[in-house]
């Protein structure tokens, strides 16, 4: 089974999430994005930042969905990028149109190496891929202390969407894509790249509370801690461009798999 991302967007229905909050500026460029393409834009997304929520789902705590206008839907409580892309395919929209394409971002945040696995962001494309949903996430470099620039991520966010019209991903595959922290001028272009890898120097920060017992941080992998690695996504982040990466739901290690088999020998049946 393929998922076919629309020819046609015009009158696609396309749902739009994030982890970062509803009321997020990133999640208000990607909406207008996509309303750029399509009249039928609906938007789910949590109601607090969910960033980090990685592809979690709330099982112990009632969600509660809150209308803030047509087409726009906030999840409270715990509600985590994965709730919300349930909720909304399941319950919120009306099955009569389902849902042709979901979009995640844009995150405040790059979303590159082994990020995809604590990342929300990516998590709700996750979810949509695995309901069947053509889903592309987007993420976006930030600087701390420097002002965003949402213009190069609603020009770029564009720009891929457009160029992916009518292509088909393999079932439980969808796409993540990542923006330089550059204006659009300085973008050097977009290109394919795989997943990188990082080394594990986690930020965590230590600290002291008035009655001077411990406390932590964890402030996320550092940009700075990842491997040099050409053609992967943080390389070419680093180099000034956007990245268009194809992942997949399958974490089978198939080369792995036969060399067990060789190694296990007898003590496997069949």
Known sequence: MKLRIPEELSNARILVTNDDGVG?????????????????????????????AGHSLTLHQPLRVRKLAPKRFAVSGTGTP???????????????????LILSGINRGLNVAEDVTYSGTIAAAMEGALLDYPSIAFSQQQRDGEASHWETGEMFASKVLDSLRGFSLPKTNFISVNIP?????KVEGIVLAR?????????????????????YWIGGPSFEHLRDEPGTDHEYIKA???????????????????????????????
């Not at 460029?29 to 109601?47: G, Q």
């Not at 909720?87 to 919120?92: H, S, V």
């Not at 997943?195 to 406390?215: C, F, N, S, T, V």
Request: hydrophobic share 35%; net charge positive.
């Open 195 to 215: 997943q990188g890898r990082r080394k594990i120097e986690e930020k965590m920060d230590a600290r002291l509370d008035p009655h001077g017992r411990p406390y």
């Open 82 to 100: 994965t709730d919300c892309v349930l909720l909304a395919t399941m319950e919120i929209i009306p099955r009569r149109k389902p849902v042709s």
């Open 181 to 185: 922290h550059r204006p659009p001028q």
């Open 240 to 270: 000034g461009y956007v990245t268009v990466t194809p992942l997949t739901m399958d974490l089978t290690n198939r080369e792995m798999m036969a060399k067990m088999g060789k190694h296990m020998g007898k003590v496997l049946v069949g």
């Open 24 to 52: 997020a500026p990133g999640i208000g460029v990607l909406t207008a994005v996509a309303k750029s393409f399509s009249n039928d834009v609906w938007v789910v997304a949590p109601e607090v930042e969910q960033s980090g």
